[in-house]
């Protein structure tokens, strides 16, 4: 596994970061070239052609404006190459996300259960041989009990209180399925 840490000014659009979008060029150029690559909160960013992209705030150019789980659930089993996952990385940010789209705030869109449906879906959808990317404030990406090996982590320091960003790339393991 590579670990790398590489320090960067910050930006609400993560993937605008350069040492962030050099992590996408270097493990998604080859898979954009004929690969399906979805991003289920893009936030106006577009890797490629080929990427399908989804946000919750519907001025903002994406594919769909739904949900993240239901718009993870419109996929097949096994039918996706890739995943962008860069959710809102606190509860605050989930509550001012849906708050601001006229979405209900609720139980559920608070607990640890929100995240653990999108990975469970991430899971059910990615090829084998499929790369998962995170982004937030913890390296736990998808993981191991989900079927994934990780293969990279970047650390991007922000400076001063700002919270580091945490990027993992993972691949769905046919062994690791074995495992569990």
Same mark, same amino acid.
Request: with cysteine.
């Given at each position: 596994?590579?670990?790398?840490?590489?320090?960067?000014?910050? %930006?609400?659009?993560? !993937? /605008?970061?350069?040492?962030?979008?050099?992590?996408?060029?270097?493990?998604?150029?080859?898979?954009?070239?004929?690969?399906?690559?979805?991003?289920?909160?893009? %936030?106006?960013?577009? !890797? /490629?052609?080929?990427?399908i992209t989804n946000d919750l705030n519907p001025d903002i150019a994406a594919d769909t404006h739904m949900d993240a789980l239901d718009f993870l659930k419109t996929f097949a089993d096994k039918s996706v190459d890739a995943v962008l996952y860069d959710p809102p990385y606190s509860l605050r940010q989930v509550v001012e996300c849906y708050k601001g789209y006229g979405k209900e705030v609720t139980q559920e869109t608070t607990q640890s259960s929100w995240r653990r449906k999108h990975l469970d879906e991430i899971a059910r959808i990615l090829k084998i041989g499929g790369k998962a990317l995170c982004f937030g404030w913890n390296s736990n990406g998808v993981g191991e009990k989900r079927s994934f090996s990780m293969q990279r982590i970047l650390i991007v320091p922000h400076g001063g209180s700002k919270n580091d960003t945490i990027c993992t790339v993972e691949t769905k393991d046919w062994e690791q399925m074995k495992l569990f």
């Open positions: 596994m590579k670990i790398e840490r590489v320090w960067a000014m910050p %930006n609400k659009s993560t !993937f /605008s970061i350069q040492p962030i979008n050099d992590l996408l060029h270097d493990e998604l150029d080859e898979i954009s070239l004929c690969g399906v690559i979805i991003d289920p909160f893009s %936030n106006g960013y577009r !890797f /490629s052609d080929s990427t």
